[in-house]
Nanobody, 122 residues
Framework: QVQLVESGGGPVQAGGSLRLSCVASGRTFSSYAMGWFRRAPGKERKFVAAISWSGGSTNYADSVKGRFTVSRDNAKNTLYLQMNSLKPEDTAVYYC???????????????WGQGTQVTVSS
């Protein structure tokens, strides 16, 4: 089992920045690929970004490329999502996720956090 707790969400104006954090506990953090998903109001949950066990590989949704950066600190059991140039359409609940398989990380995960709300106003 892996427990995931997100933080760092909140309100921000368009063009601003936020950094989300996700602290993991339980099984060995460095054994998992990690990622972020989001669910906008009235929409399905969608993939945002992922990072491999070592941090050597990353993957992003087209909608956030060049604006968001995913990173991890295995010594601190923490995953990050730096979000810059935020847009109103980035408004969503952001979920941290952990997966045994890197190849399926963009579609699903084995463990999920509770989510943190990000609200971008124009």
């Amino acid at each position: 089992q892996v427990q995931l707790v997100e933080s760092g969400g909140g309100p921000v104006q368009a063009g601003g920045s936020l950094r989300l954090s996700c602290v993991a506990s339980g099984r060995t953090f460095s054994s998992y690929a990690m990622g972020w998903f989001r669910r906008a109001p009235g929409k399905e949950r969608k993939f945002v970004a992922a990072i491999s066990w070592s941090g050597g590989s990353t993957n992003y949704a087209d909608s956030v490329k060049g604006r968001f950066t995913v990173s991890r600190d295995n010594a601190k059991n923490t995953l990050y999502l730096q979000m810059n140039s935020l847009k109103p359409e980035d408004t969503a609940v952001y979920y941290c996720a952990a997966a045994v398989s890197w190849t399926t990380m963009a579609r699903t995960a084995d463990y999920w956090g509770q989510g943190t709300q990000v609200t971008v106003s124009s």
